[in-house]
């Protein structure tokens, strides 16, 4: 468990900027999520905190060592893969005791049995030792993926998407499972999602990524109800925020260009007009897709829904949030 | 009877495979020919029309092993009884037992040579391929097509300079001659199948590994390596196959110590007329180590270790 902190990280692939100037620091024991869709950096960055990138220019701190030069190995991170990566020509038993086995960690035999087994009842794989790699399922395949890291006390656990392979009931057990082992051993992790509901849910801080940039770092509330751009806004919340001219509702709003909508931020029976397009029951929500003047907007139905398809609805936004031209946010909420 | 589409019916698997085994008997005959030959006395190798039944008899492989004399039979009849059945043998050809021939020797140097020579392309071929396939090499595919260039000819239309470097060098007839000569034949099979056994082999697991807490040398052993144990085997059985069986150079760089046994065999011509049971008899033992090592590396040509441990 360590601090690691990353000062202004540049990689290129060739004529692409895959991270350009990111700087974070990763408080120790604190549960990271890099949150942004594909090709926005995320891997990258975990790959270069790992060593399996090497870094075009600045610095990764690790427990405030400069480990630009180390190898993976000297760097004492530990890595779940998306793509598994398990040994296959190795049973889970040995494919879990690899890392204790290196010639870094020499792990005594007794201490390797004690913590394969312990790690395999964390993840319930415990009656999976013996089989090959190749003979498990995708969820149990992730699983020893996760505890192959879990059997290490590294200074920092960097995890990529591990979860997006996995069915909906598992992903939701072991994201609970991962929160847990975390908090219990106060561990550093590092972990890239495009999963918003991961990022919620497990995360301290929540770290949004655009085109290798970092544009805005904070708690997963602060990023959910301050979020500093429609990009950012936009990979919160669910349904996704509305983007809307500020000018579509009468009260004019400022240098505000655009307004955010998220669904509480919704009054209906005042206000504009808007038609019902489709009604989507979810079971827990109902969700409407409304049109108003030409506008798409997704909200939710207040309870016992009394909307139905091609019926109006009038809606009134509250205290939205405001955005420039540029899609940045205007911070004074009541102009 | 209701089969799936995709599974063929009883009677299509019995057309199939009364085809197989028909072609396998074919191709089989003369090997069965030559090891039932081997079995054979000489006059019974010769009689016509052949003969497909008879008794059994040792002698070709006593022939194969031994050098014998012809004795008078008043000298045969003062010898004390024979010791064991080769002796037995011989005797009931009015010989002696003079000694062990040559086909010993020659045998081991073919093991010596045809293994040598495999395990040095292959250990070169897998670092080699593991190279090619992992680093950025400058010039890394004029470099392959240069190594395959290598076999774009018989290595044979090379004979005589090869001859003439061989006897500068002071190779000729000389195991680690053989050796060097046939894995420089060997060595661009080696690489060109590996590199595409090696590149199927997913990176990440050797970036697992090297996150793991090993070196970069320790994860191509420990995690690549046996990965591509399928591949290793096969392409050491084409490399095993080659200089063992290879017959053109052996006959023109080996005569004496490191004479192997493909240019030996035909020259077992036995005392007054040809010896076939001998020659067969060596030409039966002479299969055995290929057959062998195939049968051994047999379930690793068969299975696809690799297959589904990464998500593609």
């Given at each position: 468990m360590a601090e690691v902190i990353l000062e202004q990280l540049c990689k290129s692939f060739g004529r692409e900027q895959?991270?350009?100037?990111m700087s974070m620091k990763i408080d120790n024991g604190s549960f990271v999520v890099l949150l942004g869709p594909t090709g926005a950096g995320k891997t990258t960055t975990l790959r270069l905190i790992s060593g399996l990138e090497t870094l075009d220019s600045g610095t990764v701190r690790i427990d405030g060592r400069v480990?630009?030069?180390?190898t993976p190995a000297q760097r004492d991170v530990a890595m779940v893969f998306q793509q598994y990566s398990l040994y296959p020509h190795l049973t889970v038993r040995n494919n879990l005791a690899f890392p204790l086995r290196s010639p870094i960690l020499k792990t005594p035999k007794a201490e390797i049995d004690r913590k394969v087994a312990e790690v395999a009842g964390i993840l319930h794989i415990s009656n999976k030792l013996d089989n090959r790699a190749t003979e498990l399922s995708g969820g149990e395949m992730q699983r020893v993926s996760i505890g192959r890291a879990l059997v290490r006390d590294p200074a920092i656990f960097l995890m990529d998407e591990p979860l997006s392979s996995l069915d909906a009931r598992l992903r939701a057990d072991l994201r609970i499972e991962l929160k847990r082992i975390q908090s219990e051993l106060g561990s550093t992790l590092l972990y890239v999602t495009h999963d918003q509901i991961e990022a919620m849910t497990m995360a301290t801080h929540v770290g949004v990524l655009q085109d290798g940039k970092l544009v805005q770092f904070g708690t997963p509330r602060e990023i959910y109800e301050?979020?500093?751009?429609i990009y950012v806004a936009g990979r919160l919340g669910l349904p996704r925020i509305n983007i809307l001219p500020a000018d579509l509702f009468s009260s004019t709003r400022g240098r505000a260009a655009n307004i955010g909508l998220r669904p509480e931020h919704v009054e209906y029976g005042t206000g504009q007009e808007a038609s019902v397009k489709r009604v989507e029951h979810l079971g827990d929500q109902t969700r409407l897709h409304l049109d108003l003047k030409g506008h798409a907007i997704t909200v939710l139905s207040p309870h016992g829904n009394p909307y139905a398809a091609g019926t109006t609805v009038k809606i009134q936004p509250v205290n939205p949030l405001c955005f420039d031209e540029s899609g940045n946010r205007i911070t004074e909420t009541n102009p | 009877m209701s089969y799936s589409i995709t599974e063929p019916s009883s009677r299509q698997k019995w057309v199939a495979g009364t085809l197989v085994i028909t072609y396998a008997i074919i191709t089989m005959i003369p090997l069965l020919w030559i090891m039932m030959t081997s079995f054979k006395t000489p006059p019974d190798s010769i009689s016509y029309p052949p003969k497909v039944f008879y008794e059994p008899s040792l002698e070709g492989y006593v022939n194969l092993f031994t050098t014998r004399t012809r004795v008078s039979p008043e000298k045969l009849a003062s010898l004390p009884p024979p010791e064991n059945f080769a002796e037995e043998i011989v005797r009931n050809r009015d010989m002696v037992i003079a000694g062990p021939s040559k086909f010993g020797g020659r045998f081991l140097n073919s093991v010596i040579i045809g293994f040598g020579s495999t395990f040095l392309s292959i250990f070169l071929g897998t670092l080699a391929a593991y190279a090619f396939s992992r680093f950025k090499i400058p010039f890394a595919d004029d470099l392959l097509f240069f190594i395959l260039s290598?076999?774009?000819?018989?290595?044979?239309?090379?004979a005589i300079p090869i001859f003439l470097m061989y006897r500068q060098l002071g190779l000729s007839d000389t195991h680690l001659g053989m050796i060097l000569l046939y894995t420089a034949v060997n060595i661009s099979l080696a690489v060109w199948l590996l590199k595409g056994f090696i590149d199927e082999i997913p990176r990440e697991y050797e970036e697992a590994a090297l996150i793991d807490g090993y070196t970069r040398f320790q994860a191509f052993y420990k995690v690549v390596l046996p990965q591509a144990a399928t591949g290793i085997a096969s392409t050491a059985i084409f490399c095993l196959i080659f200089a063992w069986n290879e017959y053109a150079f052996a006959v023109l760089l080996t005569s004496g110590t490191a004479q192997t046994a493909p240019p030996f065999i035909p020259t077992i011509i036995g005392v007054g007329g040809l010896d076939w049971p001998a020659i067969a008899a060596g030409a039966t033992l002479f299969l055995l180590p290929v057959m062998i090592f195939t049968v051994m590396l047999r379930k690793h040509l068969l299975r696809g270790i690799t297959f589904g441990a990464v998500r593609k």
């Open positions: 895959a991270v350009i100037d480990v630009n030069t180390e301050n979020p500093g751009s | 290598t076999r774009m000819m018989p290595p044979i239309a090379v």
